[in-house]
């Protein structure tokens, strides 16, 4: 059983940080394509940041030189790292992977939970 499973998220002040980060786990057999969507209140989900197998990053407009994506290979793990945050960033964030397996052809989308950011003062 493939799982995606976030964590980190929480409520934080504007103007601070938060790391979260998504942990792929079971049995795949490669890890093409990664990244982190969010979804607020009454709006659609955004894609937010991405990271590719050649370690090309993406980033949402409203997000570039606040929030940095970056993975450990060997844990199968990626991070987002939010700093200065405001309370517009306030959302469901949701890690994003594209995967390949052993026993079958093709890539595969794999979606986590989800991981609560709240921005407040």
């Known amino acids: 059983q493939v799982q995606l499973v976030e964590s980190g998220g929480g409520s934080v002040q504007p103007g601070g940080s938060l790391n979260i980060s998504c942990v792929a786990s079971?049995?795949?057999?490669?890890?093409?394509?990664m990244g982190w969507y969010r979804q607020a209140p009454g709006k659609q989900r955004e894609l937010v940041a991405t990271l590719d197998s050649g370690d090309n990053t993406n980033y949402l407009d409203a997000v570039k030189g606040r929030f940095t994506i970056s993975k450990d290979n060997a844990k199968n793990t990626e991070y987002l790292q939010m700093n200065s945050l405001k309370t517009e960033d306030t959302a469901v964030y949701y890690c994003?992977?594209?995967?390949?397996?052993?026993?079958?052809?093709?890539?595969?989308?794999?979606w986590g939970q989800g991981t609560q950011v709240t921005v407040s003062s």
């Open positions: 079971g049995s795949f057999l490669s890890i093409k394509f």
């Open positions: 994003y992977a594209i995967l390949t397996f052993y026993d079958r052809p093709g890539t595969y989308q794999w």
